[in-house]
């Protein structure tokens, strides 16, 4: 008999049993596996540093999850692929003074489509960028998502590449997709760093109150509503509600008419459906989500 009482036929060769053999993967397994990827950005190789203390402390670390387990598969984690996503801490001198309320930066001539840290990345506007370049993406603080490529912002979106674009949103939303979070982006003149970068929190402060303002304006209209924030002195600003999770970036961009120069670009869930909030020439940010 063979191993676990099967009979040897004639002609029937039984290979002996190797631990070091390797198992090859089924199609179906295969294609689980391709899923997994594409649904789960930890699937992929990604290359970890350490969170300090006061990320692991922060609770709103990974979008309200577990800090501790969250920390302890990065710590596990041994893959080091220099071009896929990067998780790490976040260095306090990046938080922008324009979006914490200061005077807002309008240095940002050379800024479009990234030119300037594409140029000049070791500039001090530049850090995001000097630290994800190259790749993929990156998550920083757990909170935030910048690309590897050199983008300034939402002056490099437009209708015509917003598509190239949307995969980060949708990864923001990996990490926070609840109805208590917002997804948000900060318009040109509104921020000092000049590489693109997607904020993934709860809301808290005026948060709530604008949730709930939202969802009424828009659950049940049909396509794109006028909407006022009552805050932050935002101008001219557009809603709308979406089945499922939608192209952000791309809607957007149609929305306000080609660029995305001037907007905020905000995500929030409610009413069983994601609604899309661009504001125009002002940061929401820490208004519905202080720190």
Known sequence: LAQGGAPNLPGRRVPAASAAEPRRMTRPQKLLGLALAWSWPGAFATAYMPLDEAVLGDDECAAGGDCAFNALQLRAASADDPAGPLIAEAD???DDPAELGGEASDDLGTSVEGGYCSMLPNAKRCALY???????????????????????????INSGNAHHYDYLMGIARSHCGSPSCVLLTNPMGHRTQDQLHIHFRHFNGLGPSMHSKLMAATCQADGWVTFRTGC??????????????????????????????????????????????ATS???????????
């Not at 000097?130 to 983008?151: D, H, L, N, W």
């Not at 970036?249 to 001037?262: D, K, M, N, P, S």
């Not at 020439?281 to 720190?291: D, G, K, N, Q, Y």
Request: glycine fraction near 16%; charged fraction near 15%.
């Open 92 to 94: 306090p001198s990046w």
């Open 130 to 156: 000097q630290k994800c370049r190259g790749r993929s993406y990156c998550i920083f603080g757990g909170y935030m998502v910048v690309p590897g490529e050199a983008t300034a912002g939402m002056e490099s």
């Open 232 to 277: 932050c002195g935002c101008g001219y600003s557009r809603a709308r509600a979406f089945h499922g999770f939608p192209r952000v970036f791309t809607e957007a961009a149609r929305a306000v008419g080609g660029t995305l120069a001037g907007f905020g670009v905000s995500v929030w869930f409610g009413c069983g459906k994601t609604v899309v909030l």
């Open 281 to 291: 020439m002002c940061s929401i940010e820490h208004s519905v989500s202080a720190r």
